[in-house]
């Protein structure tokens, strides 16, 4: 029997993720679905709040790399409007019943940007590279499940005896146990297949020069400026109706001057500045020349602590830390109230949210004592803390105004380290410089797996507060093989209570997703993924509007 999950958890996903899959202002959305017919052409110029690391599925680590790879290229499976999990180069699968073996039906004529077509054999080598100790990539967590891949990563072994390619459009993958997040992992940009023979021996080059088989082909990268991609005219489901994507990079995440670029015509997507003022958001609005598309997402923002270095080395200054920084006021003064104050690291939607969660409320007395009790050690460390961010919005300014207030209140003197280079900035949290550190967090997968296991315990390389905790690993890796839904659940309550109480990040908020757009556009897809997940191949231009698009 074809299956989309090995268990009754996505269905539970499904129905805990009641969210409209575009939600715009009601001035608008008619408007939108005013013209019935897509018509070819034009180049959509959007915004990238970063200059990716690089554009190789296999080292992909960030937002700005996955949202541009997810045009470039194709993986088995992906997500529709709903977060249903529907076929892409793979037309159908089926897992056993004891969810360890997985069969995937290839579709015949799929072919690489490069003309040639893609077979299982693709897949098997796009995902051991993954593996292989000689990739060094940070993504083998996607994949080390799978059976052999212990032996493969160690070099004990040639293969990984779990990837087989059967046939020319046939792969079987076996897994050393069921787990229970798999089907959803392989719609992750990193999980995407790439050619054999463009990639060895040329693993620099094709980071920023990819070949893959998506909807649109690469055609140029100037760092911090521009990345442009073009219409595959031969994509197995038929060419894309843009000519060209053109992802204009504004390194620090400079909301403000995206929207004057998007008003002025320069952008036909912009974002909403959160700390943009009630008149302002007021006025865009009441305009018909934009859409508003507004949506809550699957993310969180947090500021995370080194927890083997003083002063975070004691527990009882995280703790002090969480009950002095006043996450409403942040939410409120930064944002305008738009997003979503968090009381926990698991986003509303996701399974395993637990409303009820209340580890911390703003109380500075609780704060103080905490402080009044820590050792020596930490208490010479806390006079002066350097707080390391990547972004310089003036959203994010207010934000510090607040954060900093809060540890002045503690007699903290906290300075920001600003370090708006992404790239630059994610080689220092791996080497672990910062001792506090701002980090925000989308899903890439819909699954609670890929908040509490990915980043929070020892194995992962995006652990950046190097938090260990041995119970906890204990209960993230049971979930990832229960397949009863309920059970996961409690699971991952126990695990986020117990995480929380440990106190390595300081939870900010969860995103509310918001895109303006120019009356022209049509075809925007929006699910809880946000962004990067927007299919750009389904995107196009309203005749008799183009004249309203500056710059077309």
Known sequence: MRRLVNSLFFLGLLALLLLP????????????????????????????????????????????????????????????????????????????????????????????????????????????????????????WLFDRIAGAPEYMTGKASQVKGLEALDRYTLRIRLSEPFAPFITLLGMAQAKVVPRELVEGKESFFASHPVGAGPFQFAGWERGKTILLEANENYYEGRP??????????????????????????????????????????????TKRYQHLRKPILSLLFWGMNTTRPPFNDLRVRQALNFAINVKAINDYARNGRFVPARGILPPGMPGFDPELR????????????????GATARAALPEIELWSNDNSLAARREYEVLLKNLEDLKIK??????????????????????????????????????LYVLLTPSSKYNFSRY?????????????????????????????????????????????????????????????LGERFIPMKKVWFAPGNREARPGS
């Open 414 to 451: 906290g300075k920001i380290k600003l370090v708006p280079d992404w790239p630059t900035y994610e080689a220092a949290l791996k080497r672990g410089d910062p001792l506090i550190y701002r980090y925000a967090w989308y899903a890439d997968y819909p699954d609670p797996d890929n908040f």
């Open 468 to 528: 260990r905790n041995g119970k906890i690993t204990g209960l993230l890796s049971t979930a990832r093989r229960e397949t009863d839904y309920l059970k996961r659940v409690s699971l991952y309550r126990q695990a986020e209570r117990q995480i929380m109480a440990d106190a390595p990040w300081v939870p900010i908020f969860h995103h509310t997703f918001e895109y303006l757009l120019h009356s022209s556009v049509r075809g925007i897809e929006i699910n809880a």
């Open 21 to 140: 899959a575009c939600s715009e202002d009601k001035k608008t959305a008619g408007e939108n679905l005013s013209v019935s017919k897509p018509r070819p052409g034009g180049t959509f110029r959007r915004p990238l709040r970063n200059d990716p690391s690089t554009l190789d599925p296999a080292h992909i680590t960030d937002v700005y790399g996955s949202t541009v790879a997810q045009q470039l290229h194709e993986g088995l499976i992906q997500f529709d409007q709903n977060l249903n999990v529907v076929p892409a180069i793979a037309r159908s699968w089926t897992a056993s019943r004891d969810g360890l073996t997985w069969t995937f039906g290839l579709r015949p004529g799929v072919r690489f940007h490069h003309g040639r077509e893609v077979i299982a054999e693709d897949f098997v080598y796009s995902f051991r590279r993954i593996l292989s100790p000689r990739t060094k990539s940070e993504l083998t």
């Open 359 to 374: 580890v911390y409320e703003h109380d500075l007395e609780k704060a103080r004592s905490l402080l009044a009790s820590v």
């Open 241 to 286: 109706y843009l000519d060209r994507i053109e992802f204009r990079i504004y390194a620090g995440l400079q909301d403000e001057r995206i929207l004057a670029d998007f008003e002025a015509g320069q952008l036909d997507a912009g974002y909403i500045p959160g700390e943009i003022a009630p008149q302002k958001l007021q006025e865009i609005l009441n």
